[in-house]
């Protein structure tokens, strides 16, 4: 049995009468069809009509007819509009031949071929009124000889049939059919065999004769399927099931089924979630079958639940546990993998990022349930003595100290554990800071980013000589001033272990001390006193200029004080040192600065490739500076290309200068 779809064939046979084309009577009205609000007709058709069928013009603006006139002032303004190329009429039974004239809103279309009428085509009856896939339909009439296809809802046409007589058609109902008017169509074939334009299609009356009904399967009761799981079957009993040929899951997804003894099983997918299940026949009318709900974990326990730690096997137990496809730890946005799994049980390893809260366990249908745990913290802490002095070590005991990342003090100063003194799971020994560190509570941070506030801790100033704080920076080959006290106690001061030299004034409380032109980068400054010593990083760099210095912070808009003529890059030589100073935002994650010059912010090409092809450079947590050395095509570029423009975000610019 051929079957196919009666807007394709329609295409086809426009396409192979695109050639012609019927001008208008009215000399004055545009017939450009190029032209916005132009109406022009191309073609229309069949020729011959039968007397009741559907005629169709086709052309442009076609929306603006208000009325065809047929031979002898018969008009008809009951027009199906399908869209602004295509309307079409029913043509009247009393119409007779001649031409036909289509009124418009810019005037009158005259055809240039006159209307001819076939035999008088008709459908008088169709039985049975209803039928089922694969049904013998009788269609009874008047010249049905001249009928070469039977149309189907929903537009599936059959020309292919069991007995064709005058007043008689037999044919096969396709899979594909749908409950609808019937109709016949000549398919554009005349007697002689040629094949016009468009064809012929005569329907029966829906209000004499009825839609024909073409049977669904149905369901004899639709399924309530709770706590269902990947690969569970569902049954699906009710009529006419064999006519099924796609189940839909809820996501749309087809679902594998069976079909016997008047049954469906159907199989869920492992993709599967709450919704609807739904069964289709070929012409894809979906009928409701089933309503599903996926099953989640439940009576759920976690053993252990408290006191974890990174790399602790958490062993969960409950029901619908082979569901969970991973779980996803609280602080922790990515999901971590199963190391076991059945129905009542699964085991997980506690990641290093992992905090207290709620664990949560998702499955495959979208659906996710929790269970509490808490993680190790620092307990029980207690000083070895309650007063300790700046620069002093002091000793934090207790349990679970493994854990502390850092050490924060009130005023701000903060102690890294890769600075510890030394750390064990009872113990943590550190130096007090100088700076920043102030009598009150001591926050203890963990390396997951939870903290445990510890008791007041009393600091008091150091007895030795100390420097209460401590410049960014020391340019290298300079002598620096640095306020001092308990200075009257200091005997040496060292930088890398190496005598430095150094002058007290005991009158203004500073101290001066040369910095070496020969040294760079991190170095060790060491205050030695006759009753203790005291070390600080510091940093050393080559003799700077500074060439912009305030408070400018990047948000992903951008520094332009050093573009475009604000600062004459031309004095500046291949081979020195672009320097950026700057604060970052504690409270973010991520650091990003971009160099680059003032014509269309692009990073500069040579920079851009030394940090592996990227125009962004993301900043480690913590850094106060970036170093860049200027190659002869930097210098170029920002002498000739708009200058520099520092642009980023989450970053405060404070100095921007320039080294040998």
């Keep these: 049995m051929k079957k196919f779809n009666i807007s394709s064939f329609l295409m086809i046979c426009l396409l192979a009468v695109s050639g012609m084309m019927f001008t208008a009577c009215d000399d004055d009205l545009d017939t450009n069809q190029f032209q916005e609000g132009g109406v022009k007709l191309n073609v229309w058709g069949p020729c011959p009509v039968a007397r009741g069928g559907e005629l169709r013009f086709i052309g442009t603006g076609m929306d603006q007819v208000s009325a065809v006139m047929f031979p002898q002032e018969i008009e008809v303004t009951e027009i199906t509009r399908v869209s602004s190329e295509e309307i079409r009429v029913t043509v009247p039974q009393e119409a007779v031949e001649g031409k036909l004239v289509l009124n418009t809103s810019q005037g009158k279309i005259e055809t240039t071929t006159e209307i001819t009428f076939l035999e008088p085509v008709s459908i008088d009856d169709f039985s049975p009124k209803s039928v089922k896939a694969g049904d013998e339909l009788t269609i009874t009439g008047e010249y049905l000889n001249l009928m070469h296809g039977v149309i189907f809802a929903d537009g599936v046409v059959v020309d292919e049939f069991v007995s064709h007589s005058r007043n008689e058609i037999k044919v096969i109902v396709p899979a594909e059919a749908q409950t609808g008017r019937i109709g016949v169509t000549d398919l554009g074939i005349q007697k002689d065999g040629t094949v016009e334009d468009i064809p012929n299609e005569i329907y029966a009356d829906v209000e004499e004769l009825g839609e024909l009904t073409v049977t669904l399967p149905a369901v004899a009761q639709v399924l309530d399927v709770q706590n269902a799981k990947p690969g569970d079957v569902i049954t699906v009993t009710g009529t006419d099931l064999d006519l099924v040929t796609t189940v839909l899951m809820p996501n749309d997804s087809i679902a594998q089924f069976t079909y016997a003894d008047g049954a469906l099983a159907i199989t869920v997918r492992q993709d599967a979630i709450d919704g609807q299940v739904r069964i289709l026949p070929a012409s894809g009318v979906e009928v409701l079958a089933a309503n599903l709900t996926m099953a989640v974990p439940t009576e759920l326990s976690a053993n252990p639940a408290t006191g974890l730690r990174e790399g602790d096997v958490i062993t969960i137990t409950g029901t619908n546990l082979d569901v969970v496809t991973n779980v996803t730890f609280p602080g922790m946005t990515e999901a971590t993998e199963l190391a076991s799994q059945s129905a009542t049980e699964l085991t997980v390893a506690m990641p290093a990022a992992a905090q207290s809260g709620d664990l949560m366990l998702n499955t495959a249908a979208g659906k996710s349930v929790v269970v509490a745990i808490t993680t190790a913290k620092p307990e029980n802490v207690t000083y070895a003595a309650s007063s300790v002095g700046g620069g002093e070590n002091l000793i934090i005991n207790g349990q679970n100290l493994d854990l502390v990342a850092s050490v924060t003090f009130t005023g701000g100063a903060s102690v890294g554990d890769s600075t510890f003194v030394a750390q064990s799971a009872t113990q943590i020994t550190l130096a007090v800071p100088t700076a920043g560190a102030e009598t009150g509570v001591v926050t203890l941070v963990m390396g997951n980013g939870e903290s445990v506030e510890a008791p007041e801790v009393t600091i008091t100033s150091p007895n030795c000589a100390y420097l209460p704080s401590v410049p960014e920076s020391f340019v290298q080959g300079t002598s620096v001033v640095l306020d001092i006290i308990n200075g009257s106690h200091l005997t040496n001061v060292t930088i890398n272990d190496a005598q430095s030299q150094f002058w007290f004034d005991e009158t203004a409380n500073t101290l001066s001390i040369k910095i070496p032109a020969d040294l760079s980068g991190t170095c060790t400054l060491k205050l030695i006193s006759d009753n203790g010593e005291m070390e600080y990083g510091i940093n050393i760099v080559a003799t700077e200029t500074t060439i912009w210095e305030g408070s400018f912070t990047l948000s992903w808009n951008a520094l332009e004080d050093l573009s475009w003529g604000k600062y004459d890059f031309s004095t500046v030589k291949a081979g020195q040192k672009l320097i950026v100073y700057f604060t970052e935002d504690s409270a973010q994650t991520y650091w990003q600065i971009r ?42 570029e920002l002498a000739n290309d708009g200058g520099l423009i520092l642009t980023g975000t989450n970053i405060t610019l404070t100095r921007v200068a320039l080294s040998n």
């Design 595 to 636: 160099i680059a010059k003032g014509n269309g912010w692009a990073a500069l090409a040579d920079w851009s490739a030394s940090i592996g092809g990227g125009d962004t450079l993301d900043l480690e947590a913590g850094a106060t500076s970036y170093s860049y050395t200027l190659t002869e095509n930097d210098v170029n």
